[in-house]
């Protein structure tokens, strides 16, 4: 099963693939959680990818295809793989289909504007790859990842005008490639909830509709 998750920043993608992955046990691979271990380690791609990021703009095309074509030839990704944040561009939807990867569906998650925008505020993530809401989706303690103890903290890209600037580029950039799906009638689309539960629930029930059809 190879599914691609889509949705504006802050849409919920990350949550929802966690989720699916758990449920049908096949790895996410989440291009910003490459790219910004990547940033923390201080790599060579780290290194050119930090100031795209910081912007809010795109990382180049070459770039992230590169990640992408190592990840999904890996073992780990023999049976299927969750694409979350990958691709954002149509440039990336070809080179994806140039490397013969088959696509069962294409999950948009869509939120209006104003929410990402109150969301993005909220938002608390972990090195490790777990995100959290200070509203919508907890951690148990306070500043604490549920999942490894670390400290949560706010991404750089969460500052309110670094959000404006995402959601430009989404617009002019990642909404073209909702039409490359549809046109090939991959496309499923969830209205991403208030409660992240209800968006699971909506996003199971809407793939398992689409793949029995
Ligand atoms: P979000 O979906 O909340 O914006 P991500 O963690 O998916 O967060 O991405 C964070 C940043 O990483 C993006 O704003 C962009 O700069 C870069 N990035 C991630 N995936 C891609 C991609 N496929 N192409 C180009 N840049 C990317
Ligand atoms: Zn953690």
């Known amino acids: 099963m190879n599914l691609i998750l889509m949705g504006a920043p802050g849409a919920g993608k990350g949550t929802q693939s966690e989720r699916i992955s758990a449920k049908w046990g096949i790895p996410v691979i989440a291009t910003g959680d490459i790219l910004r271990a990547a940033i923390k380690a201080e790599t060579e791609l780290g290194k050119r990818a930090r100031s ?22 890996s073992d780990a990704c023999k049976n299927g793989f969750i694409l979350d944040g990958f691709p954002r561009s149509i440039p990336q939807a070809i080179a994806l289909e140039e490397m013969g990867i088959r696509v069962d569906a294409v999950l948009f998650i869509d939120v209006e504007d104003e929410k990402i925008v109150q969301r993005m505020s909220g938002r608390r993530v972990c090195t490790c790859g777990a995100s959290y809401h200070v509203d919508y989706k907890p951690s148990q303690k306070e500043g604490v990842c549920d999942k490894c103890g670390a400290a949560l903290f706010v991404r750089k890209d969460d500052a309110p005008e ?16 909702k039409a490359y799906y549809a046109q090939r009638g ?28």
């Open 162 to 177: 670094t959000v404006l600037k995402r959601l430009m580029t989404y617009h002019e950039q990642t909404e073209p490639v």
């Open 52 to 73: 795209y990021i910081d912007a809010g703009q795109l990382v180049p095309d070459e770039i992230v295809i590169g990640i992408i074509k190592e990840s999904i030839t």
């Open 186 to 213: 991959l496309l499923v689309t969830v209205q991403g909830q208030e409660g992240v539960d209800d968006t699971t629930r909506l996003t199971l029930e809407a793939l398992s509709r689409f793949l029995k059809r």
